[in-house]
């Protein structure tokens, strides 16, 4: 349908404490159109991350309504919620075993050739095939050391091939140089049109070109648009670019 990857936030607010604990987000309003990228950016502890958990219910809202695809999320069955949605966490979890393996996890029908295609748009399979092993290159203990660039690139491969309608990136770029970051998004751009992305990031690089971006101050939205316009409007903004 039309509404593929289609995400509402209206007047959302949540707080860890089911009973009275201190809110993280508050009366959260947003929009998200199927095939948009979304920057979200703000200082440490201004609900980014809780923001975005709340899309696959990994916890549900205190208040408010979110939608996915026009419906309301509260409604539905986690799994098959899930079933849509990728998220890449800020921490990358790689396990032993081949490279393979670890960006197969949880999706082992992966055919050879959609996985190589998940490695290429996340700029992992370069490094991947210098390796002598290639894809049963060894990780872990008794393998190979990816740094922390290339484990956040199997990472982000990891939640490709699974073919998400969403696709949360949860500040796992942080490691990752900016013109190879640049080269993702571009792939995802061209390969993946209709995937609607919401990064997190702390760089304002990261954001910079997304069609909207989201700015986050201790809970609150405090604004909301596109890189010019925020430059012309939000002082947060402003302050994160100087920075
Ligand atoms: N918080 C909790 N419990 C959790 C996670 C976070 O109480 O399990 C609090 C910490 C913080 C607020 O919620 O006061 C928002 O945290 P979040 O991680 O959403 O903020 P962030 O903007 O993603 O921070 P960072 O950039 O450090 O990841």
């Keep these: 349908g039309e509404q593929r990857g289609s995400i509402d936030f209206d007047n959302v607010s949540f707080s860890y404490e089911a009973a009275g604990g201190d809110p993280v987000l508050r009366n959260v309003t947003f929009s998200c159109l199927p095939g948009q990228t979304v920057g979200i950016i703000g200082s440490t502890g201004s609900g980014k991350s809780s923001l975005v958990n709340l899309i696959p219910r990994f916890y549900d809202a205190s208040s408010g309504t979110i939608r996915v695809n026009g419906k309301d999320i509260s409604g539905m069955n986690?799994?098959?919620?899930?079933?849509?949605?990728?998220?890449?966490?800020?921490?990358?979890?790689?396990?032993?075993?081949?490279?393979?393996?670890?960006?197969?996890?949880?999706?082992?029908q992966a055919t050879r050739e959609e996985i190589e295609h998940a490695a290429k748009m996340a700029e992992a399979h370069d490094f991947i095939t210098s390796f002598p092993e290639g894809y049963d290159t060894l990780l872990g203990q008794k393998g190979v050391n990816f740094s922390g660039g290339q484990k956040q690139r199997v990472s982000i491969a990891r939640a490709l091939v699974r073919k998400p309608?969403?696709?949360?990136?949860?500040?796992?770029?942080?490691?990752?140089?900016?013109?190879?970051?640049?080269?993702?998004?571009?792939?995802?751009?061209?390969?993946?049109?209709?995937l609607t992305c919401l990064i997190i990031a702390q760089r304002i690089t990261s954001v910079m070109d997304a069609d909207q971006i989201v700015v986050m101050d201790q809970g609150r939205i405090v604004g909301l648009g596109k890189h010019e316009e925020l430059?012309?409007?939000?002082?947060?903004?402003?302050?994160?670019?100087?920075?």
């Design 78 to 108: 986690p799994r098959i919620l899930r079933e849509k949605i990728a998220v890449v966490p800020q921490k990358t979890v790689l396990f032993t075993g081949t490279v393979l393996e670890n960006i197969c996890f949880g999706n082992e």
């Design 165 to 194: 309608e969403i696709l949360i990136l949860d500040d796992c770029t942080s490691a990752v140089d900016v013109a190879t970051e640049a080269n993702i998004k571009e792939a995802l751009r061209t390969y993946a049109q209709h």
């Design 231 to 243: 430059m012309g409007s939000c002082k947060v903004y402003q302050e994160i670019f100087q920075s």
